[in-house]
Nanobody, 122 residues
Framework: QVQLVESGGGLVQAGGSLRLSCVAS???????????MGWYREPVGKRRELVAT???????NYGDSVKGRFTITRDDTKNTVYLQMNNVEPDDAGLYLC?????????????WGQGTQIIVSS
């Protein structure tokens, strides 16, 4: 079973920056490849929405509200995806969840992390 672990969340001042990381790992077996990997978020009281995703072709897909402010990257040698958040706004607050479609020696399927909270202060 693949596990996605997010880190880097916390309190950030409006206008500041934050960098999130998500690492995919398995207790046993082997990760053979990661297709699409990225981030979604759940603002308080709102539905889950796209933040950014990045496929193996390295073409990013961003939610409209974060374009020009957030940057998604990935390091396949580390099975890791990053989200650089710049010029953070109060509406960026919420639970950020990592998502990835991963091929192992058993199967190919999607996974979700537990999430990391982002709190924005004025």
């Amino acid at each position: 079973q693949v596990q996605l672990v997010e880190s880097g969340g916390g309190l950030v001042q409006a206008g500041g920056s934050l960098r999130l990381s998500c690492v995919a790992s398995v207790a046993s077996g082997t990760i053979l490849g990661i297709n699409t990997m990225g981030w979604y978020r759940e603002p308080v009281g709102k539905r889950r929405e796209l933040v950014a995703t990045l496929g193996k072709d390295r073409t990013p897909n961003y939610g409209d509200s974060v374009k020009g402010r957030f940057t998604i990257t990935r390091d396949d040698t580390k099975n890791t995806v990053y989200l650089q958040m710049n010029n953070v706004e109060p509406d960026d607050a919420g639970l950020y969840l990592c998502n990835a479609f991963i091929t192992t020696d058993i199967n190919t399927r999607g996974y979700w992390g537990q999430g990391t909270q982002i709190i924005v202060s004025s």
